[in-house]
């Protein structure tokens, strides 16, 4: 029975000719809050707000919807935006997930700090004619920074080369490149201009597809966000369109493992905090997501303003040898 309806009992008791204090035992509250008055508020400016927003971003849930208040410069409590969101009836139907087999084991060669790893990967659609569209997207793991999609009805080794060339001369190398062990990426060709480049290739066992997770996660969101809810006539409208969602993706939708910051401003208070001259970042990210968040001021929203559902864990950084060799290629240790 909730609040209101004890209230209400208490009342009636009091109008058997029962004292306030005997009625508020029998009901079972205190008679502080026997004596309290709701003061209900006008939630209608708000849920015309959510109902605008949920219009523009169909896949969007209640906490994306208050990071995004947030962000705006509004003060509101997730927990308001929880009630409204369910009374407009805007809540997300939940889809049933697939049981996969898992082996326990965690994602290998876990990222520290940007450029160490990227993963790159194939996702596949289809224009209204039925014409088939191969998508290569290149994700930077520590940041989840979009760094290309690239839409062709065929993308091979030469091409995929042709897209990192400039990623490689404008952000830097990374130290690893993550795939799985498709024809394209396992390429002669592609595999000897990495080794040129001084960048290794990680490549995930066969049937693991959690050991790049983060890749099969920005599938995931592509896919909801974006393939899903659009209809193209040609692949250049399909290169347009995605390139727009790429750059929104990067600049404007906040990430809930990022404290709900976009990856462009989890990239700028690394770099920010980095230049400030301490020998090592305390902005940790692990599988879980963001910690220390707080040590940033002016980034809304702060992480303590997180619900308690979706505050990040601390960081657990992998032993992966490759972590190790990361740290000793930087201490100078290994030449």
Known sequence: MNAPRRREGVKRLRDQSLSERQASRLVG????????????????????????????????????????????????????????????????????????????????????????VWTYDFIHDACDSGRKLKLLTLLDEFTRECLAIEVDPSIRAGRVIEVL?????????????RSDNGP?????????????????????????????????????????????????????????????????????????????????????????????????PRLGLSLGGLTDAHHYEGQTPLAQDLPPSVQPPAAALGSHPCVARSSERATGSVP
């Open 29 to 116: 509250v205190s008679r502080s809050t026997a004596r309290y008055r709701p003061h209900p508020r006008d939630d209608a400016p708000l849920a015309e707000r959510l109902k605008r927003l949920a219009r523009r971003k169909k896949r969007y849930g209640y906490r994306r919807a208050w990071a995004t208040l947030r962000r705006a410069g509004e003060r509101i409590n997730h927990k308001r935006v929880y009630r409204v969101w369910r009374k407009e009836g805007l809540s997300l139907k939940n889809r049933p997930r697939r049981k996969r087999a898992r082996s326990g084991a965690s994602v290998p060669c876990q990222a520290t700090h940007p450029n160490h």
């Open 165 to 177: 060339q400039p990623l490689f001369a404008q952000r830097g190398r990374p130290e690893f490149l």
């Open 184 to 280: 394209e990426f396992v390429a002669c060709q592609l595999k000897a201009w990495l080794a040129e480049a001084g960048t290794q290739t990680h490549y995930i066992e066969p049937g693991s597809p959690w050991q790049n997770g983060f890749g099969e996660s920005f599938h995931s969101r592509l896919r909801d966000e974006c393939l899903n809810g659009e209809v193209f006539a040609t692949v250049a409208e399909a290169r347009v369109v995605t390139e727009l969602w790429r750059r929104e993706y990067n600049q404007e939708r906040p990430h809930s493992s990022l404290g709900y910051r976009t990856p462009t401003e989890f990239r700028a208070a690394w770099e920010a905090q980095s230049r400030a001259g301490e020998n090592r």
